[in-house]
């Protein structure tokens, strides 16, 4: 039997695009679920957050501060998490939650990034 003949394709077709739809409303609506509360976060929340959770409440800080804020691409991020514009500057910024100090060579993946990215501050 050939689908598109007994009508069974159309309906087919449309199912699989409101099933599309309905798990991108649904992603999205999670995203913004989750963007409401890193915002509504305060310092005292930042000890339980992950690695990811950090960035956002950092991004969401920073853009209340007026900064332009640009996640780079995970894995070959250079040593920078966000890039931050303000004016006409463009700083790297690396993300570290951490319990302890953060060592040297953080420090120095983020200055090869700030060159990478050529931004002005690190």
């Given at each position: 039997m050939v689908l598109w003949q007994t009508g069974s394709?159309?309906?087919s077709?449309?199912?699989g695009i409101a099933a599309f739809l309905l798990i991108v409303v649904f992603i999205l609506g999670m995203e913004?679920?989750?963007r409401k509360r890193i915002r509504q976060a305060g310092i005292h929340d930042?000890?339980?957050m992950s690695g990811k959770a950090f960035e956002l409440f950092l991004e969401e800080r920073l853009k209340q501060d007026g900064y332009k804020v640009k996640q780079?691409?995970?894995g070959a991020d250079y040593g920078v998490d966000l890039l931050l514009q303000k004016d006409k500057t463009i700083i790297a910024v690396?993300?570290?939650r951490y319990r302890s100090n953060v060592g040297v060579k953080a420090v120095q993946e983020v200055r090869s990034g700030m060159d990478y990215y050529q931004a002005d501050k690190a």
């Amino acid at each position: 039997m050939v689908l598109w003949q007994t009508g069974s394709f159309v309906l087919s077709v449309a199912a699989g695009i409101a099933a599309f739809l309905l798990i991108v409303v649904f992603i999205l609506g999670m995203e913004g679920t989750k963007r409401k509360r890193i915002r509504q976060a305060g310092i005292h929340d930042v000890d339980r957050m992950s690695g990811k959770a950090f960035e956002l409440f950092l991004e969401e800080r920073l853009k209340q501060d007026g900064y332009k804020v640009k996640q780079t691409a995970k894995g070959a991020d250079y040593g920078v998490d966000l890039l931050l514009q303000k004016d006409k500057t463009i700083i790297a910024v690396q993300a570290k939650r951490y319990r302890s100090n953060v060592g040297v060579k953080a420090v120095q993946e983020v200055r090869s990034g700030m060159d990478y990215y050529q931004a002005d501050k690190a």
